[in-house]
């Protein structure tokens, strides 16, 4: 069965200051695919990366990046310089490939994040 | 940039009733989910549908619970008979690669 672990359940820092979120995941698919999302107090949830388990690059797109590591089952989230905008919940989750092309997704269950002014 | 809706915003309900919540997945997605999230926890999965039919389902997605797609273009939840616990804000997600998340429906059981 797959699983996802968010330790951090409370993270506040204070703006402008780096910090990472991690994700640990469990599977016994060797091809699965790992995700960020994001809930902002308005409830939604965006959609920040979808990862490939082939794909062990780390991968960066402006203040985010991401790191997966295979050898420790791990898909961690930097926010660099944060900013009160990314005050959020941060859902960390994995899928595996079902029979028909279909992915069910298995969320952890959250951080949330505080920038402090 | 397309985008999934759902409607309504919030329902609010009286324990025994049957509530649809409406989805419009994005135009070119070939899956179909639904998720809900009880107040303050995680995420999780109900149901995916393709091909005009449920691919997969959880334990929560039991007989009270059906999923439509009744015109091609929206993608239904039924539940029959509400209970309190099913109290949530229920999503609705289509993929073609990554699954977009439609705004939520908070359905308030009383």
């Known amino acids: 069965a797959q699983k996802v672990t968010q330790a951090q359940t409370e993270i506040s820092v204070v703006e402008k200051e780096d910090v990472t979120l991690d994700c640990v995941y469990e599977?016994?698919?060797?091809?699965?695919?790992l995700f960020w999302y994001k809930q902002p107090p308005s409830g939604e949830l965006v959609f920040l990366i979808r990862r490939n388990s082939f794909d062990e690059q780390n991968e960066i797109s402006g203040r985010y990046s991401w790191n997966f590591q295979k050898s420790t089952s791990s898909f961690n989230f930097t926010i660099t310089a944060s900013q009160v905008v990314d005050s959020a919940v941060y859902f960390c989750?994995?899928?595996?490939?079902?029979?028909?092309?279909?992915?069910?997704?298995?969320f952890g269950t959250g951080t949330r994040l505080t920038i402090i002014p | 940039e397309p985008e999934v809706t759902q409607t309504p915003s919030h329902q609010v309900t009286q324990m025994g009733q049957e509530v649809i919540l409406r989805c419009v997945p994005i135009s070119n997605h070939l899956y179909f989910y639904w998720y809900r999230q009880i107040l303050g926890q995680k995420v999780e999965f109900l149901v995916s549908f393709y091909n005009n039919e449920i691919s997969e389902k959880s334990e929560i997605f039991d007989d009270q619970f059906s999923v439509e797609r009744p015109d091609g273009s929206n993608f239904t939840l039924k539940i029959r008979s509400t209970k309190l616990e099913d109290s949530a804000m229920y999503f609705c997600?289509?993929?073609?690669?990554?699954?977009?998340f439609g705004p939520g429906t908070r359905l308030t059981v009383l």
């Open positions: 599977t016994r698919d060797t091809t699965y695919y």
């Open positions: 997600a289509s993929q073609v690669n990554e699954q977009f």
């Open positions: 989750a994995l899928s595996e490939e079902g029979d028909f092309g279909n992915e069910k997704l298995t």
